[in-house]
């Protein structure tokens, strides 16, 4: 389609080619007679003159021509060009894409604005290559730095090393190191340095691997986002628990038709039995209505009674008014009681004023005796104090 569509285009400004090169064949005539027009007006008064603008009419028309003969052989190839896309499309049932489409301006603004956004992407990736070449050389400049001061760290260890090694006695033996064993003992340094700094990088390459794999399989085990296999294998579980309670709730609906059944039977028994309570209530319906009409009877008759009895009511209460104390038992008991009560507490308070009486006196006379005794105790000190020889 996106083949189809760019030639079609070619097409159209094949079409426009030689329209366009009349327009400009016009516009470069219009052009210049301007330009000489201007260049006349502006010398005016100079006295300079302008020399005359030959046109070659026939190079233009065989340009036409030529122009003309390359659209009519691009008109033909581009005919030829459908009528095989046709027939492919025929041989491949498609023949639905050779239809014109519904709102094919709304779909090339579609496609136009789809092109700008990979036209945005792709200059984004490439901003982002950049950056991402200059990070990377940046990292490389580093890394080469520190080699390199790597390497003259391990020398200078190593000559520092060779210095100290030349010249050193065996502790056991007694006699002095060779220089051939230190310069081994150096390349065997070496080379298990080398091994080592391989051998990390082996695990780095190997973390990293790990690391891409275990992404990769959690990748996998992502079915969808948010659904892993783990939750799809409980699914299934689920699934299939469900399909067994499934099973098991059609065999309580199998025994609950059959419920059904007997009790649509039992229905239509009990159905039969309200036709004849129906009966029974028609008749019971029309008991009702005598014993209705005499209630409401009995109604007017206890209407007149109760008139009679508030009317008695109504005499009795103006009776017992006019009786007063004589018809209440309880307050005559009360009044009695109460009588028989004072006259108790008035005994009572005739033995109480004759003991306060009496304690009076006593205290009187007790009063009268403390006064004596202490006269008589002080004339007995007077007469000591005037004889003293005494």
Known sequence: MADSKAKKGKKRKDKKTPQSTGDEDSSSVSSVSERDRSDTSGQIGRRVGSAAVTINRDEYLQAYRDLAFDRNQLLIKNSLLHRRLAEYYRKRKLEHV???????????????QKLFTYQELKEKEEIEMADIKTKLSAVQEEYEKKLEQAEKNFDDLQSYERTTGTGLIY??????????????????????????????????????????????????????????????????????????????????????????????????????????????????ECDLGDAEIELIRAREDLGHIKSKRDKLRWSLE????????????????????????????????????????????????????????????DNTEDALIVCPNF
Not at 98 to 112: D, I, M, T, V
Not at 182 to 198: D, H, I
Request: with cysteine; glycine share 2%.
């Open 98 to 112: 050779l239809k014109p489409l519904e709102n094919a301006p709304h779909f090339e603004e579609k496609y136009q």
């Open 171 to 284: 502790s056991k033996k007694g006699k002095p190191i060779a220089d051939k064993t230190v310069e081994r003992f150096l390349t065997l340094q070496r080379r298990k340095s080398e091994q080592s700094s391989a051998l990390c990088l082996r695990y780095i390459r190997a973390r990293n691997a790990v690391t891409e794999l275990e992404s990769i399989v959690r990748k996998l085990e992502m079915i969808a986002p948010g659904l892993n296999v783990a939750q799809y294998e409980q699914l299934q579980i689920d699934k299939q628990n469900y399909l067994s309670k499934i099973e098991e709730r059609d065999d309580e609906l199998i025994k609950n038709r059959t419920n059904c059944t007997e009790h649509n039977q039992m229905l239509a028994h009990i159905r039969e039995k309200m036709h004849h309570t129906d009966e029974v209530i028609d008749f019971a």
């Open 318 to 377: 103006a009776e017992r008014i006019k009786a007063g104390l004589l018809t209440r038992r309880d307050l005559l008991r009360d009044y009695q009681n109460a009588g028989d009560e004072v006259v108790r507490l008035r005994e009572k308070k005739k033995i109480l004023e004759n003991q306060i009486k009496k304690t009076t006196a006593q205290l009187r006379e007790a009063r009268k005796r403390m006064l004596l005794e202490t006269c008589s105790v």
